[in-house]
């Protein structure tokens, strides 16, 4: 008899849990049209700037290089990322999934800061070619991007670490768990540790980044010689930059905050939770942006655009 109450109370929870996450989940649905609608655009946005810049561009140079591989990685969170998150919103109370947490929070950081870290890189190449040109320039720009790419991860690790499974207490003693900061590790001091890191990472690159375009601009406004197709490149990269800056501030801002503030984000009202959750997201809007900045500030690009979808307009290959 015992046995029959505590599956029927068990089934009572599970129900009320259910119940609790399918409200929740419709709460969040601003937020997953919002990432689902960046996802699409970003996946058609990134493929035909790897398409156009890897097939169709005949001089390989460093520019194309870092603009290919930056695609890359805005195609991963496109892919990757994104899908992940509109998961993690479909599930706010019923992700149990550990592993794939630890994977996703861990992916995602690593999007970011390789793609900060490829920022600066490009900053500096640009700083040596218009500011230093008779000296020694940067090449093997893969490799670059490969440090890049590594340097990241020493800064990106503790996401796979300090997330997973978070408890959370809901109506009527109702358990359930979210993708978020490992109970074992909420309320200590290693979550603001790595949050801080972040942050001080972000504003030393950003000013450096910063410093690098005045300096970069300055010069280009002197010199005579390409003047036109630096200021051409140098005003793509720059946007891109700045795009990048603004759209992961306010990420970087609110999980500091949440961090020092235990509770933050569960005080929210209805709006502010909806608010909260797209602006804490907003570094996804940097994934698709791309490909828009060079449509509108790349002439070329637009050309080979142009060219492609003839050729599959007209089943002939133009040279």
């Not at 520019?63 to 990757?80: H, S």
């Not at 794939?100 to 950081?109: P, Y």
Request: some cysteine; aromatic content about 12%.
């Amino acid at each position: 008899m015992d046995l029959e109450v505590h599956d029927d109370n068990t089934t009572l929870l599970v129900l009320q849990l259910e119940s609790l996450n399918a409200h929740e989940a419709v709460r969040r649905l601003p937020l997953v049209i919002f990432i689902g609608l960046l996802s699409l655009f970003g996946i058609v946005g990134n493929l035909h700037v790897i398409i156009i810049f890897m097939c169709k561009y005949e001089h390989r140079s460093t520019y194309t290089v870092f603009v290919t591989c930056l695609a890359f990685l805005d195609l991963i969170g496109c892919c990757l990322n994104m899908p992940f998150e509109i998961v993690d919103n479909v599930l706010p109370f019923m992700f149990y999934n550990s592993a794939i947490c630890r994977i996703f929070r861990f992916s995602n950081t690593t999007v970011s800061v390789t793609s900060l870290f490829l920022m600066y890189v490009i900053a500096f190449e640009r700083y040596k070619k218009v500011c230093k040109p008779l000296k020694m320039q940067i090449s093997h720009a893969r490799r670059n991007a490969l440090l890049a790419f590594a340097l990241s991860i020493t800064v990106s690790w503790p996401s796979a670490v300090l997330n997973g499974h978070r408890t959370v207490i809901l109506k009527n003693n109702v358990t359930g768990s979210d993708c978020s900061t490992n109970d074992q590790f909420r309320g200590t001091i290693y979550p603001v540790i790595h949050s801080g890191l972040l942050f001080i990472t972000f504003i030393i690159s950003s000013v450096t980044l910063t410093i690098f375009y005045i300096v970069i601009g300055r010069a280009i406004q002197k010199s005579r010689i390409q003047r036109s197709a630096m200021m051409k490149v140098t005003k793509i990269l720059f946007l891109i930059t700045a795009l990048l800056i603004l759209t992961y501030l306010p990420h970087l801002i609110l999980v500091t905050i949440v961090s020092c503030s235990k509770g933050f984000d569960e005080k929210l009202g209805p709006v502010g939770s909806v608010i909260y959750r797209i602006a804490v997201r907003l570094y996804y809007v940097n994934n698709v942006v791309n490909p828009i900045i060079y449509s509108f500030c790349d002439k070329r690009f637009r050309k080979k655009c142009a060219q492609l979808y003839k050729c599959s307009w007209r089943g002939q290959i133009v040279p």
